[in-house]
């Protein structure tokens, strides 16, 4: 039954071809017998035959064009998508990389947690920086730690170092208490150096960070040191090196990390030049005209702010010029 089926199905598919077969055969029979027929009827016959014959052969022939023509269309089709393809291919490998390079930067801001792990990420980012900016509050931790530390290597390996400071303006009484009072809402304990935060803290501390700024300029001739004086505080403090950009608010226990290369690290670059710019410049080069000791002096201490035109508060003694002058060199690390 199947073998009859599939035979019906073909018979179906090429009945005009079978047909003109059969009457081909018929043809041939009709010309081989033998003259019981007249010529005449054998001639009629085998013409009218034949023409039926190339009739159906016709018909085959434009059946199996018309069955063609769809498989043609989609040929054509397919042939006019392939050479879309490779525009096509292209679109989508520029998808993939956007997405490749916002993956990657995701992949490098990062959070940090826990004091020991922020100040890994400080040293690695000291350890072979040709530059440093710097923007945050009064500069403590980077007077008492990156400064130093970077001129240190720096001067090992007789090279170059860039430093970029801006710091809140130790003349603006109005800041200086604002950041002051920022502080003590976030903590009321003394910090690493044993102190509690107040206006007459903050504006010490940022002198602090000037002189300790001249202090190295005049005893490292490969520093560049800029530092700008700002009248609005920031609850960031941001610490860029050639390698990264570390981010730190008042939790000493948590911090964001950007590599160098990322968008961010780069945007963040942008915006410290820009405030840098905005700020009150310190004319740090005058400074080399006033000779610093090795522990300066109360009056070295005075003329080299006078000469920077930052004089010192008149009601300041010979006492706080001292703790200044201590805070500037033997600066504590307020995070330990």
């Given at each position: 039954?199947?073998?009859?089926?599939?035979?019906?199905?073909?018979?179906?598919?090429?009945?005009?071809?079978?047909?003109?077969?059969?009457?081909?055969?018929?043809?041939?029979?009709?010309?081989?017998?033998?003259?019981?027929?007249?010529?005449?009827?054998?001639?009629?016959?085998?013409?009218?035959?034949?023409?039926?014959?190339?009739?159906?052969?016709?018909?085959?022939?434009?059946?199996?064009?018309?069955?063609?023509?769809?498989?043609?269309?989609?040929?054509?089709?397919?042939?006019?998508?392939?050479?879309?393809?490779?525009?096509?291919?292209?679109?989508?490998?520029?998808?993939?990389?956007?997405?490749?390079?916002?993956?990657?930067?995701?992949?490098?801001?990062?959070?940090?947690?826990?004091?020991?792990?922020?100040?890994?990420?400080?040293?690695?980012?000291?350890?072979?920086?040709?530059?440093?900016?710097?923007?945050?509050?009064?500069?403590?931790?980077?007077?008492?730690?990156?400064?130093?530390?970077?001129?240190?290597a720096a001067r090992k390996e007789r090279r170059a170092l860039l430093v970029r400071l801006?710091?809140?303006?130790?003349?603006?009484?109005?800041?200086?208490?604002?950041?002051?009072?920022?502080?003590?809402?976030?903590?009321?304990?003394?910090?690493?150096?044993?102190?509690?935060?107040?206006?007459?803290?903050?504006?010490?501390?940022?002198?602090?960070?000037?002189?300790?700024?001249?202090?190295?300029?005049?005893?490292?001739?490969?520093?560049?040191?800029?530092?700008?004086?700002?009248?609005?505080?920031?609850?960031?403090?941001?610490?860029?090196?050639?390698?990264?950009?570390?981010?730190?608010?008042?939790?000493?226990?948590?911090?964001?990390?950007?590599?160098?290369?990322?968008?961010?690290?780069?945007?963040?670059?942008?915006?410290?030049?820009?405030?840098?710019?905005?700020?009150?410049?310190?004319?740090?080069?005058?400074?080399r005209s006033v000779p610093l000791s090795e522990e300066p002096t109360i009056e070295e201490?005075?003329r080299l702010f006078e000469t920077l035109g930052l004089p010192l508060p008149r009601s300041?003694?010979?006492?706080?010029?001292?703790?200044?002058?201590?805070?500037?060199?033997?600066?504590?690390?307020?995070?330990?």
């Amino acid at each position: 039954m199947g073998r009859i089926a599939r035979f019906g199905a073909w018979l179906g598919k090429n009945v005009d071809g079978f047909i003109a077969l059969l009457l081909a055969v018929g043809i041939g029979v009709v010309g081989l017998i033998d003259d019981s027929i007249s010529e005449a009827v054998k001639r009629q016959v085998i013409e009218s035959g034949t023409l039926l014959v190339l009739a159906l052969l016709a018909t085959a022939i434009l059946r199996d064009r018309w069955r063609q023509e769809p498989v043609e269309t989609a040929i054509r089709e397919s042939f006019t998508s392939t050479a879309a393809l490779p525009g096509r291919l292209e679109r989508l490998e520029g998808v993939v990389d956007e997405a490749g390079r916002a993956l990657q930067d995701l992949s490098v801001v990062h959070v940090l947690n826990g004091a020991e792990e922020i100040a890994k990420a400080h040293a690695e980012g000291r350890r072979e920086t040709d530059r440093w900016i710097f923007k945050g509050g009064t500069g403590t931790y980077f007077r008492a730690v990156t400064l130093p530390e970077c001129v240190a290597a720096a001067r090992k390996e007789r090279r170059a170092l860039l430093v970029r400071l801006e710091i809140l303006d130790p003349g603006n009484e109005r800041v200086c208490e604002a950041y002051a009072r920022f502080r003590r809402s976030m903590s009321q304990e003394p910090d690493g150096t044993g102190e509690v935060w107040t206006p007459e803290r903050t504006r010490k501390e940022s002198y602090a960070t000037i002189l300790a700024g001249c202090w190295y300029h005049q005893r490292f001739g490969l520093l560049e040191i800029h530092i700008g004086l700002s009248a609005t505080m920031t609850t960031f403090r941001w610490d860029l090196s050639s390698a990264s950009l570390i981010i730190t608010g008042e939790d000493p226990r948590r911090a964001l990390l950007a590599r160098r290369g990322s968008f961010y690290y780069d945007s963040c670059t942008t915006e410290l030049m820009t405030s840098l710019e905005q700020a009150k410049r310190v004319p740090i080069e005058l400074g080399r005209s006033v000779p610093l000791s090795e522990e300066p002096t109360i009056e070295e201490v005075r003329r080299l702010f006078e000469t920077l035109g930052l004089p010192l508060p008149r009601s300041y003694t010979d006492r706080d010029i001292g703790d200044l002058t201590r805070k500037a060199l033997r600066a504590k690390n307020p995070y330990l």
